[in-house]
């Protein structure tokens, strides 16, 4: 019987009243890759055949319909059964026997089997619905991994010093242990609280601590490769569940024995058995029947995929040349070997007529690393693990290291002490035997007598052994066929009876470890989030009043700052305002300190007078930027010791102030936009002050020789004067009645004397008075044209403003430093502040997410745990 449609009757079975949900056409979305997924499928349910167990077509030889008796032992061709009473225990051997003085129950037996069977049919679909939901789980844990890496305890076990996480590591290091006859390993299952979703870490002894220097990153991603794993094995557990076949691993350590004990339970000598390390392939033993009757060899070339309708995947070979065979590890990957067994059914374990048995030759486990891996991985898709080993040698290193890791598993696994007939003193061997394996595999430890049994493989196929095989004979120490038949009846009853227990209760120990690890893993997460909460609490209370004072600072400092610059600014302006005007103002009223040389000298005399006016108001305009600067320095001074007051002096960026930097680049080149050449009315600029003074006159008073002036002034401008000319002497005689001043004076001397005084004073008084007034006269009108410029082009105002600009922009930059240090204090506060919210929201969902997942893994784990799958059968 294969898997192919015939066989798909053999399991599929409409689960009527079975579990909540049940069945694979209501089952959720499979949570596997679509390849395993359709694996899955590919056994559909079917509501006519939930009882039958149908032969493969190409049963031709046995009836296409067999159905097993157990408590009879026989077969017929109209009940369809597959389980005995219910009975919790294992029948075994006598069971069989039992079974004849019950033929007149078979009825009843056989109503009891179908109940039987839907039970297993129930339980399985329901498993298969588990491990869906598990794998949910897992992929809901490596999504949560992904956005927020799980929290992981680590054991501090100094022993882990060499163990590392991958199993080929793992396994090579052990290897490396056993071959150096190092004392027995430190199992970590002690240090840590997980079965399933343990993780080995690498104990660094210089740190003192675990696994050194592992960040968060690499831990999620140790987790997520161990809960990759987890789901590679799901899927392989569904696969497996889903199989109607049994797979029947038969491994050991080298030369233990287990081609002989292959060749023991054939009743013939199939696999080459040798002193020396033989087996270095994988040999599946399988019914010829699978293979149209034919007895043959297919040897799967490495690479390849074995397909038993497509030649191309494998090559044939006679029985009798796997003498050779066994050794073309390089070429084969497996050997697929159809045997005929000639046997009835209630004695074949091959061709039992129940279902599908692959009994599988393993390399032995020290043979190399790379087989031992194998191994392990062959091991996840097998249902039952024959462990052999050698009575002489008991178990190696390798041995315990395989037996735990599929015990882990299984929960059950059988022990084949084989070649006891060389043991002399058996009852001490049985005993050292006995102890060694009781911390391995507990459950096996306590079925003992179902499960680990002292045989001598090679007598059981000898001609002279008891060929009818008695299996409640005594036990005779191994010596003979009755303690294999003892051992081969426990098998069959394992595999063909109790198939709920060698099928689905290692799916069942799976869930329920790794439901029971899931939830061990979320609680710890959940308890550590609701403990990092009320810290991160703490945290936020304390940084976010800091936060709201650093604001509130640096506005008020802003403020200050701004307030002591326009302070600043301001004072400058005014300052350069008044100085500047004051010194326009005054320049001409002073001596300006040109000497005059005469006019061969005049146009130095200009010039030189021209320079002095305009130094003269550079100087003022100089002295105001002086002024500005050491008012700059002192602002400085004054926003930085604002600045300290929040700030320490290593977190303010300190700009260095440079005063002779200050108004270097936009110098006031007032002096080349003004006019500099000159011309002779520019020295002639007559004025009664300066008239009195040429002639050394005393004027009454400013006020009188100013109104003098101005009406000569005016009356020369108004034409006035002309009629006082025409008309004065006319007006003169008429009022006083002298007729001319010539007639007061005595002839002579108005003849003579007079004109020539009256024409030397008219010409010559003037003459004087112009040319000792000429530079006076020509710096008060430079001062008047310059003052004019200045006028025209809002000198005072531009200069002032220039100044104060620049006060201002140099106090910008240590303004500016005081506040990019105080924003600094606000992003680092606020940015502290912004993550202690989100690390409360991320804890918020990570304490909702982890409690709810705590309880619906719990949920299904009391699911899984209600289902009876002794009571079954
Ligand atoms: N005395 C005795 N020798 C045995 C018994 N079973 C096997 N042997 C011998 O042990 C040797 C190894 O047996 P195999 O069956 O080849 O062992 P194996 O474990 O398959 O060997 P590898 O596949 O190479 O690891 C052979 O010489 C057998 O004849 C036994 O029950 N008693």
């Known amino acids: 019987m294969n898997g192919s449609s015939d066989t798909s009757q053999t399991d599929s079975t409409d689960v009527k009243g079975g579990l909540p949900g049940s069945g694979n056409s209501d089952s959720p979305q499979s949570p596997f890759s679509p390849a395993s997924a359709s694996s899955v499928s590919s056994s559909p349910v079917s509501a006519s055949d939930d009882i039958t167990l149908v032969a493969n077509s190409a049963g031709k030889k046995v009836p296409k319909v067999i159905h097993y008796q157990p408590q009879r ?33 078979s009825a009843a037996a056989a109503a009891q089997a179908r109940v039987s069977q839907l039970q297993y049919n129930h339980n399985r679909v329901a498993l298969d619905r588990s491990i869906n939901t598990a794998a949910e789980f897992v992929h809901e844990l490596r999504q949560e991994n992904k956005t927020q890496p799980i929290h992981y305890p ?66 999620a991603s140790l987790i997520d490769d161990k809960l990759s794993q987890v789901l590679r094995h799901l899927s392989s557990l569904k696969d497996r569940i889903d199989d109607t076949s049994s797979k029947v691993l038969v491994t050991g350590d080298l030369n233990s024995g287990k081609s002989a004990f292959c060749n023991a339970l054939l009743r013939r000598e199939v696999l080459p058995e040798d002193q020396e390390p033989c087996t270095s392939v994988f040999c599946e033993i399988i019914d010829a029947l699978e293979n149209d009757g034919v007895e043959e060899v297919h040897a799967v070339p490495i690479g390849s995929k074995y397909d038993i309708d497509d030649h191309r995947t494998f090559c044939k070979f006679q029985v009798s040349d796997l003498g050779e065979l066994v050794y073309e590890a390089k070429t084969y990957s497996l050997l697929v070997i159809y045997v005929k067994d000639s046997r009835p059914p209630e004695q074949s374990l091959l061709r039992n007529g129940v279902i599908d048995i692959k009994l ?64 002399k003193n058996k009852d001490r061997c049985r005993g050292m035997i006995m102890q060694q394996l009781q911390p391995l595999s507990p459950e096996t430890f306590k079925n003992a007598d179902e499960f680990v049994h002292f045989v001598s493989a090679q007598n059981a196929i000898k001609p002279d052994g008891d060929p009818k095989g008695d299996p409640d004979e005594p036990d005779n120490n191994g010596d003979g066929r009755p303690d294999f038949d003892r051992l081969e009846a426990s098998l069959r009853n394992f595999i063909l009876e109790k198939r709920s227990l060698s099928k689905l209760l290692p799916a069942k120990t799976y869930l329920c470890k790794l439901y029971d690890d899931i939830a061990r893993l979320a609680e710890i997460n959940e308890k550590l989030y609701k403990d990092s909460r009320s810290a991160i609490k703490a945290q936020f209370d304390e940084v976010s ?43 001409g009223q002073a001596p300006l300190g040109v000497a005059f040389k005469g006019y061969s000298d005049i146009s130095r005399f200009a010039i030189s007078t021209q320079e002095g006016v305009i130094n003269r108001i550079l100087e003022s305009v100089a002295e105001s930027e002086d002024f500005a600067r050491n008012n700059t320095s002192c602002a400085i001074d004054d926003i930085r010791r604002i600045g300290r007051q929040y700030l320490d002096e290593g977190s303010m960026p300190a700009t260095k102030f440079v005063p002779e930097a200050m108004y270097s680049r936009k110098r006031d080149l007032f002096q080349r936009r003004i006019d500099t050449t000159f011309s002779f009315t520019d020295f002639v600029d007559p004025s009664l002050e300066s008239f009195c003074k040429v002639c050394g006159v005393k004027l009454p008073s400013r006020t009188i020789s100013a109104v003098i002036w101005a009406a000569f002034s005016k009356l020369w401008k108004t034409g006035l004067s002309g009629l006082v000319v025409m008309y004065g002497p006319h007006m003169f005689s008429t009022m006083t009645g002298i007729q001319s001043m010539s007639s007061l004076l005595p002839q002579a001397v108005t003849k003579k004397v007079l004109p020539w005084t009256v024409m030397g004073i008219c010409i010559g008084l003037p003459i004087y008075y112009f040319y000792k007034d000429a530079p006076r006269a020509y710096q008060r009108k430079v001062v008047k044209k310059i003052k004019k410029e200045l006028e025209n082009e809002d000198y005072l105002s531009v200069n002032s403003l220039r100044i104060s600009k620049e006060v201002r922009k140099v106090l910008n930059y240590p303004a500016n430093d005081v506040s990019i240090g105080l924003n600094a204090l606000i992003e680092t506060s606020n940015s502290k502040r912004a993550k202690l919210i989100r690390e409360m929201k991320k804890g918020e969902s990570c304490t909702e997410f982890y409690g709810e997942l705590i309880g619906r893994v719990k949920q299904q784990r009391n699911i899984v745990e209600s289902y009876d799958l002794i009571g079954v059968d």
Request: no cysteine; net charge negative; hydrophobic share 35%.
């Open 73 to 105: 032992g026989t077969f017929d061709e109209t009940t369809a059964v597959n389980g005995d009473s219910g009975s919790s225990t294992f029948r075994g051997v006598s069971s069989l026997a039992s079974a004849a003085t019950t033929a007149s129950s």
């Open 154 to 219: 680590m054991t501090e076990d100094p022993d882990l010093d060499a163990r590392l996480n991958s199993r080929d590591s793992r396994i090579a290091i052990m290897r490396q242990k056993s071959y150096s006859d190092s004392p027995e390993p430190t199992s970590t299952s002690e240090d840590s609280p997980f079965q399933i979703l343990k993780i080995f870490f690498r104990f660094d002894p210089a740190s003192g601590d675990v696994v050194g220097n592992l960040d968060k990153g690499a831990l």
């Open 360 to 423: 599988i030759d393993a390399p032995g486990l020290n043979l190399d690393s790379y087989h031992t891996t194998q191994l392990y991985s062959r091991q996840e898709e097998i249902d039952l693990v024959v462990f052999v080993v050698n009575a002489e040698n008991h178990f190696t290193l390798s041995g315990r290291e395989f037996i735990s890791s599929a015990a882990n598993d299984k929960n059950l696994i059988f022990v084949v002490v084989n070649k006891f007939d060389q043991i």
């Open 545 to 587: 009043p800091q936060y709201k004072d650093n604001v509130q600072n640096s506005v008020k400092v802003n403020e200050a700052i701004m307030k002591l610059i326009e302070d600043s600014s301001e004072k400058a302006y005014d300052y350069s305002r008044a100085h500047i005007r004051e010194v326009i103002d005054g320049v």
